[in-house]
């Protein structure tokens, strides 16, 4: 089934800093917001797929104003899931910090999403025969680059009426090695906290995650471990 996620646009702000910072900042969004009432905690995985020239990660790293991204996202340890893995093919699309986003259900053998190499054909075939399902004009020419998981925490903000989220453990566990054959797993030092709403303005409070460590300012998890692998530096 597919979903438009935001039907208008959502704006996003980031503030991120050292792992180091994460008891203050967390401390500090308990005390202001409410747990989310559905997914408060998990782990959250993503497959992250580009053109052949890297697109998706260039506009990104050139800072432009419209960016595109495609993904395999799905939650939980690896070791506990079923054979059959709920997924959710996501396109998401942003015009500076105004995004939008749409997501496929689906269902992938766990085999190819959990532990097929990204260099064997098998998750390429997969999300070719997913995408026509979107309805958008993405082109199948995306192929698997890298694998991104995190530990994530939500919360609720009524004021603003914001969802928030606290990331931290963020790694890339797996790799395109035929893009990246000198590649390595990679561990971020960084953690992130995101404000999510229509209005663009983080809560009042907000202003204390700087106070704890935090800086205001763009952060893409894609972005940081893809400028690893393509410069070679793990940490």
């Not at 606290?166 to 790799?175: L, M």
């Not at 983080?202 to 894609?222: E, H, I, M, N, T």
């Amino acid at each position: 089934m597919l979903h438009s996620l935001e039907k208008n646009l959502v704006n996003e702000r980031k503030f991120s800093g050292e792992i180091a910072c994460l008891p203050r900042v967390m401390s500090l969004v308990e005390t202001a917001c409410m747990a989310d009432a559905e997914f408060a905690e998990g782990i959250v995985n993503s497959i992250y797929f580009d053109t052949p020239s890297l697109a998706a990660y260039s506009e990104k790293a050139n800072g432009d104003n419209l960016k595109t991204k495609v993904r395999v996202r799905w939650y939980g340890n690896n070791e506990d899931l079923s054979n059959d893995v709920p997924v959710f093919i996501e396109v998401k699309t942003r015009l500076g910090s105004a995004r939008r986003k749409f997501r496929y259900d689906a269902i992938a053998p766990r085999s190819i999403i959990c532990e097929a190499p990204f260099e064997d054909c098998s998750l390429q075939d997969f999300i070719s025969s997913q995408l026509k399902h979107l309805q958008i004009p993405i082109s199948c020419d995306w192929h698997p680059v890298c694998q991104i998981s995190y530990n994530r925490r939500r919360f609720f903000d009524h004021p603003t009426s914001s969802r928030i989220s606290v990331d931290w453990n963020i790694k890339a566990p797996r790799f395109n090695r035929t893009i990246f054959p000198w590649g390595a797993p990679i561990l971020l030092t960084s953690m992130v906290c995101e404000f999510k709403n229509q209005g663009g303005i983080p809560p009042l409070w907000a202003k204390s995650l700087q106070d704890a460590g935090l800086r205001f300012g763009s952060f893409s998890k894609y972005g940081e471990c893809m400028e690893r692998f393509i410069t070679g530096r793990i940490h």
